[in-house]
């Protein structure tokens, strides 16, 4: 699951006698040689995964898809409606108002302060919405933690602990869902067989169109910034 980039096309090829990997602006692309090991792909694509991050960003600014303006309005995966953001100048950091559905971040570096608060908001919030999800599908974990990885959405241990990537709260309500019901459902099926799947399906009948969604999405540029 990878939030940052889309979905890497892989192909295998006899006379490929190395993994190649190809940025292109709509697409990345993975040339795997004919006995290449999963062990290998995998290893090969954690290895690389900044310089995809990297090179993808660069290609999505070459041809305009980056949109450098700030949003005034941030809808969140719990809320019925959206926040109304305000610039402006403040002591603080940020400020969130949350009878009103407002909030006001400092202008003094806006992109980060913007980010700062969406990562307060997934680690207060996020916990609580897997735990719900588990009471409701009835798979248990262990623990939850909140981090901002570059290219997962989440993940589980054997221990049944599960982390969620932060920025799925900037994600529509199933979205965030299906990546809860995902992990749960490797609290009972480590691996991602035919049995795994059945399980995702069993909690999300809609689990294909939410996954095809996440892969497809792309992030704001705010988020994205170091």
Known sequence: MTPNLPEIQITHHARATRLRLRVEPTQIRLTVPRFCTKRQIADFLKESEQWMIETWQKQQEKVGQVDKALPTEL???????PLQIIYQVQK???????????????????????????????????PIYLKQVSDEIGLKFADCSIRQPKTRWGSCTTRHDIMLNSALVLCDDAITRYVCVHE?????????SSAFWA?????????KNHRKVLKSGVMPWWWLEK
Do not use: C, G, P, W
């Open 75 to 81: 809808m969140l995966f719990n809320l019925e409606q």
């Open 184 to 192: 749960l459902a490797h609290t009972r099926h480590f691996d991602h």
């Open 92 to 126: 603080n950091s940020y400020v969130f108002d949350e009878q009103s559905h407002q909030l006001f971040i400092s202008d003094r570096d806006s992109a980060r302060y913007l980010k700062a608060f969406v990562i307060t908001y997934a680690k207060h919030y996020l």
């Open 199 to 207: 399980e995702v399906e069993k909690h999300d009948i809609n689990f």
